[in-house]
């Protein structure tokens, strides 16, 4: 599925909590990619959900983050963390991926909403910003944020 606009992925939430559910009901076992899914779409929201990732992680068993199959979920929650202690570089950093088919369309959106988000926060805020801060704040090299400043 394309995600584009804030429906599609709340409509995605709708999909994947009920597919969560009906999981749990039925074969007792819920696949990791619909957790990777469900945790991608919740910090792709705008804004980010990030009670609800952190309530997800919670609720995984921790035989599912732990496995081979976790690993995913491991670098999805280090997106969450950054986001949650607004720590933009470690944000970035996560954001890098590779990331499985299932995801991917959803980290590249969130990496682009979470890029414009703080090129709008860092131009309401200040007036005045060193290149390198801009840079860091942004997530890009002290180039491309010059570039972006003129």
């Not at 394309?2 to 009906?22: H, P």
């Not at 929201?45 to 035989?63: E, H, N, V, W």
Request: charged share 20%; hydrophobic share 40%; glycine share 10%.
């Amino acid at each position: 599925m394309v995600v584009g606009a804030v429906e599609n992925v709340r409509e995605m939430v709708t999909r994947l909590e009920q597919q969560e559910l009906d999981c749990q009901t039925g074969s007792g076992t819920v696949p990791v990619s619909v957790y990777c899914e469900l945790l991608a779409c919740y910090l792709a929201m705008d804004p980010p959900d990030l009670p609800q990732a952190k309530y997800l992680m919670q609720r995984i068993p921790a035989t599912v983050k732990q496995g081979e199959e976790g690993a995913e979920l491991t670098k999805l929650w280090a997106v969450g963390k950054g986001m949650w202690t607004r720590d933009n570089p470690a944000v970035f950093a996560a954001l890098a991926g590779p990331w499985s088919s299932g995801v991917e369309q959803i980290m590249a959106r969130l990496s682009q909403g979470f890029r414009d988000s703080q090129k709008r926060l860092v131009g309401e805020a200040y007036s005045t910003i060193k290149l390198g801060d801009m840079a860091l704040y942004l997530g890009m090299g002290e180039a491309e944020a010059g570039a972006l400043a003129e």
